[in-house]
């Protein structure tokens, strides 16, 4: 035996051995406690230096077998046998999520406050729609939905394929990428309108088969105090809304949803990048959870009856402007403390 294949023994072993620990891990990660946090010690910078290892150890060793896994579905499309291939693929992407909580739980002490997650189940459909600050917000809706709700699937860019790793995976794990085209563009290849509209049609339809949680960030892009007085929101703490999005969502696919999820998420000592959380910046997350009902009020004909979309829109205001209020009576409420 060389010492080659010593070494991928002992890091099989070790790899087992973490997956044993998360697994059987008796808080299945309580985001009411601070976890185990038997690192946080450290400097920052080697905090996050081991972290970032951590995690690219565990995106790479999954992805790996996670594509391994949809070649045989690619190579077999036989419904029964896909079937069970897209259950191990969420069983993967399930654990790679595990994984990196217990990755942040390890190295960070941070206190998680989170309210509204207890009356969720993993067999329904779900509409997910959320506040967007940083990248971080991703690695927090997966935390706190791990195992409680159906696997999130996010509509991507087109580009974001081309990923190392994390863009076969998506792909593997039907996430939907869209390419998304300018105005001007548009005008000078009209037969391109619409596309992007086919394309979440398409995986809509996808989509029905299995339960899934299908998460938007409403407002497009990251919120920035530069972002939010260049398209003069009228909110304090979010960009507005675009509605096309959600709207031809909840219209393909309405009758499948059982519940819409909205989730207000605050970093009481401001928003960090994904570098800020790895190396012991962010303190503490808190993170509102309520469960809407999917009614006929919001699923219908968005693009063509004019009097839906006005209706729409007035609802989608209103989600926003409370939200708005729950940012700033979290906000409050930490300041008082």
């Excluded at 995106?59 to 594509?67: A, E, I, M």
């Excluded at 779900?126 to 509509?155: A, E, G, T």
Aim: net charge positive.
């Amino acid at each position: 035996m060389t010492w080659k294949t010593v070494d991928k023994v002992i890091f099989l072993l070790f790899y087992v051995a973490l997956w044993f620990t998360v697994y059987r891990s008796k808080t299945e990660f309580n985001l009411q406690t601070k976890g185990s946090d038997m690192l946080d010690f450290l400097p920052n910078w080697l905090k996050g230096v081991l972290s970032l290892l951590l995690y690219l150890i565990n995106t790479v060793v999954l992805c790996l077998l996670l594509l391994f896994v949809a070649l045989f579905k690619f190579l077999i499309p036989v419904k029964g046998f896909t079937s069970i291939c897209d259950r191990c693929l969420i069983l993967i992407a399930t654990f790679w999520i595990s994984v990196n909580s217990f990755n942040s739980d390890l190295f960070n002490r941070i206190e998680w406050d989170i309210k509204g997650v207890d009356e969720l189940e993993k067999s329904n459909w779900y509409l997910v729609v959320c506040n967007h600050q940083s990248w971080v917000d991703i690695l927090v809706l997966q935390r706190i939905f791990n195992r409680k709700i159906p696997m999130l699937k996010f509509f991507l860019k087109k580009e974001l394929i081309w990923v190392p790793f994390l863009g076969p995976a998506w792909w593997a794990l039907d996430f939907p990428f869209m390419k998304r085209y300018s105005k001007a563009f548009i005008d000078k290849h009209p037969h391109l309108k619409g596309s992007d509209l086919e394309t979440t049609k398409k995986a809509c339809e996808k989509f029905r088969s299995t339960p899934v949680s299908v998460m938007n960030f409403v407002e497009g892009t990251r919120f920035t105090p530069k972002k939010q007085r260049a398209m003069a929101s009228p909110y304090r703490h979010l960009l507005s809304p675009k509605a096309g999005g959600i709207a031809f969502v909840l219209g393909a696919m309405g009758d499948s949803f059982q519940k819409l999820i909205d989730v207000t998420i605050v970093y009481p000592d401001g928003a960090d990048t994904f570098w800020g959380f790895i190396s012991g910046r962010v303190k503490r997350v808190a993170v509102d959870v309520r469960v809407l009902p999917v009614t006929s009020e919001i699923t219908g004909d968005y693009f063509n009856d004019e009097n839906f979309r006005a209706s729409f829109c007035q609802w989608l205001n209103e989600l926003w402007e409370n939200k708005d209020k729950t940012i700033e009576t979290i906000l409050a409420r930490d300041r008082k403390n």
